[in-house]
């Protein structure tokens, strides 16, 4: 893995641990400054610093716990910007009348991120809920015999 992708890497789980830490200063400090673009999976598009920014801190006020493993991570880098590719594989509790019970939910995520003087910082996040079951992708399923 070469210097770039390291430090790209690096940069996109500074995101995730962030939000399962819920400060919003280190969430902060991953976004870009200016016209960036978030989009949580259910919502429509946010566009605006400070706009994604109280999105982030509505979502963590109202997350007790939440917790990400991340899988199929793809980094391209053309330029100054870099694209990370996943899958969420997210764990949160939930508040019930019976207490608190775990759950786990599926997501699909792109994260653009771009070259500043201090380091890669986020300027795009579009996450989308995966409502198929496990498995293969329709595309990827194996040929059968006929």
Known sequence: MSAQSAAVEAAN???????????????????????????????????????????WAVIMANTPYIQFFLT???????????????????????????GRLGDTQRAVATNVFRAEPGGWRLWLHHASPVIAPAGPAPDEAPDEAP
């Open 13 to 55: 789980a500074e995101l995730y641990a962030a939000f399962e830490a819920g400060d919003l200063d280190r969430m902060a400090a991953v976004w870009a400054d200016g016209e960036v673009v978030c989009v949580h999976p259910g919502w429509p598009m946010l566009r605006g610093r400070s706009r994604v920014l109280r999105s």
């Open 72 to 98: 199929d991570l793809r980094i391209d880098i053309v330029g100054a910007a870099a694209v990370v590719t996943c899958e969420e594989h997210i764990l949160t509790e939930l508040a019930t009348d019976a």
